[in-house]
Structure formats: C-alpha cells, structure tokens
C-alpha cells in the first residue's frame, strides 16, 4: 500500500505500533509458523490501554473504509484478534465476534462467540500479527461454516507476503495496517 492509500489516522498507530509493539531481539525466537525471527511484535502490548487501542482500532477502521470493505461484524480466532475486533466494534458500531481455538464443550457448544453470524452476515476478519495466514485462516473457515461471508482481512501487522496470496486465492480482499517494509524486517518465508 502506497503512503497515499493510507488512511489519515495511519501514522499514529504506525508511531504506535513500531515504539510499544516492535523489539529486535539478539536470540531468534520460534515463531507460530515455526520459523525463527529476531523480530519480536507484540501486538497486544502495542494496543494495552483504552486510548491506545482505539486508536489502532479507528485506522483499521478507516482502512477498511479506503478498500470499501464493508461488514456487519469484526473478529478473528481468539486471542490475537479479540482487542482489535472489540475496539473496531467500539469506533464503528458494529458487532464483534471471537472464534474459539476448541469448540466449547457445554452450553451452546459454540465455535464462535460475541454476536451470533447468520447466513449472510458481512464480517471484518482481524488479527494482532499475522504469519502467514494461518490462524486467520480457520477464522475465515468457522465463519463460512455458518454462512457469513468474509468481506476482507485486515491483520494490524503482516510478517510477510504469505497471508495476503492465501486470502487473494479465496477472493477476499486483505490490506494490513502494517507490514513488514514498513517495520524494516525481514518478511517471514513460504516454506
């Protein structure tokens, strides 16, 4: 995405993200991929209070709104989405969900929870990091299973280049607020 594509709201959860979220680290470390990295990002720490989060939440937002993304609910696979979904939920007025990572094993046995998606329900998938696209990925397919249809994706920081051929290959738009380039990393590798 071209500094022109950006949303106005882009630099302060950039400022954000790259000072609280980002640390290079001396000793690799395994990622959920299983690949290693020295470049650490905590998403979560990034996003840790209520001002903070709602400022990443209102540039993913906007960026949604800049790709004409348009979606009923906002949320992805718990935990790495569960903030940015709730503060998108809070700075739009639309719905939140979280997906399970094991499907609940009383009550309602449900997989997804939050909002309850029905056939056609427009949603916003959302992650903290992403990888490659994984975790996104089983997101995108409890969703499906009941119905909804994925409008785009839109991780707060994309490692790579991996996430957004698996979702362009499934049709559905993907646009990270950040990216590797603009962190300066390294981009993690389709191995």
């Given at each position: 995405m071209s500094?022109?594509?950006?949303p106005d709201t882009w630099q302060a959860?950039?400022?954000?993200?790259?000072?609280r979220g980002y640390e290079h680290r001396a000793e690799p470390f395994k990622l959920a991929s299983g690949q290693l990295s020295h470049d650490y990002i905590d998403g979560k720490f990034a996003v840790d209070t209520g001002e903070r989060l709602a400022i990443v939440s209102r540039?993913?937002?906007?960026?949604?709104?800049?790709?004409?993304?348009?979606?009923?609910?906002v949320g992805g696979l718990t935990m790495g989405a569960d903030s940015i979904a709730i503060g998108v939920a809070m700075v739009t007025g639309k719905a939140w969900f979280s997906v399970r990572k094991?499907?609940?094993?009383?009550?309602?046995?449900?997989?997804v929870e939050g909002t309850r998606l029905t056939a056609g329900t427009r949603v916003l998938l959302v992650d903290d990091v992403i990888s490659t696209g994984g975790s996104t990925e089983?997101?995108?397919?409890?969703?499906?299973?009941?119905?909804?249809?994925?409008?785009?994706?839109?991780?707060?920081?994309?490692?790579?280049?991996?996430?957004?051929?698996r979702f362009a290959a499934r049709g559905v738009?993907?646009?990270?607020?950040?990216?590797?380039?603009?962190?300066?990393?390294?981009?993690?590798?389709?191995?």
């Open positions: 500094s022109t594509d950006r959860a950039f400022d954000l993200i790259r000072t540039a993913v937002a906007d960026l949604a709104d800049a790709h004409g993304i348009e979606f009923d609910a094991e499907q609940k094993q009383r009550g309602r046995k449900q997989w089983k997101a995108f397919e409890r969703v499906t299973a009941v119905g909804a249809v994925v409008t785009g994706v839109i991780p707060m920081v994309d490692r790579g280049d991996i996430a957004a051929g738009p993907f646009a990270a607020l950040v990216t590797y380039k603009d962190l300066g990393i390294e981009p993690v590798k389709d191995v």
